[in-house]
């Protein structure tokens, strides 16, 4: 993060490896389940907090990107607690994907590599999981205040819905 180092927990995923399961917390606090398995293409982004400024943008482009994208599910993930989730999707209008909150249990972070030890916040990665439950695409975004490469996730989810 601007310069420093930071320590990311869990394994290190690549494209072609099976994407894990993981549960996370919906924003009306039930719990949420992620199968990788599940025929369906998704983008899968971790962000460290939508109320950030490289976070909030982020969001609203995938938010955007989704009504272009009938066969791919879009799904951010943070450390945000789902309240303050759900009070940034109604203050931004964000409605084309789903935000979860990964504050319960770390799973997500701790099964995609993605868990910065030194704040246990997640890191700014985009994962393309496709309909085999495979990754077809990952990013973790060397700089924690960057925005990631759109246009090589967007392509990498058009080219996993076209299988």
Known sequence: MR??????????????????D??????DLS???????????WIIASVPSLDTSVCSIETKKFNDEASKLPDVKILTISMDLP??????????????????????????????G?????????ARAVF??????????????????QEPDYAAALAAARAAAAK
């Not at 719990?31 to 293409?41: I, L, R, W």
Request: aromatic share 10%; glycine share 10%; with cysteine.
């Open 114 to 122: 993605v868990l910065i030890r030194e704040n246990m916040l997640l």
């Open 128 to 145: 393309v999981v496709g309909k085999d439950g495979r990754i077809a695409y990952e990013q973790i975004v060397p700089e924690l205040t």
């Open 22 to 27: 993981f549960t996370a917390v919906a924003n």
């Open 83 to 112: 309240f303050a989730q759900k009070r940034w999707c109604g203050a931004e209008g964000v409605k084309n994907l789903q935000t979860v909150s990964d504050y319960r249990d770390r799973a997500f972070g701790k099964a995609y």
């Open 3 to 20: 310069g420093k180092g930071l320590t990311l927990l869990g394994p290190e995923l690549k494209a072609g490896e099976a994407a894990p």
């Open 31 to 41: 719990t949420y389940e992620f199968h990788a398995k599940s025929n369906q293409v």
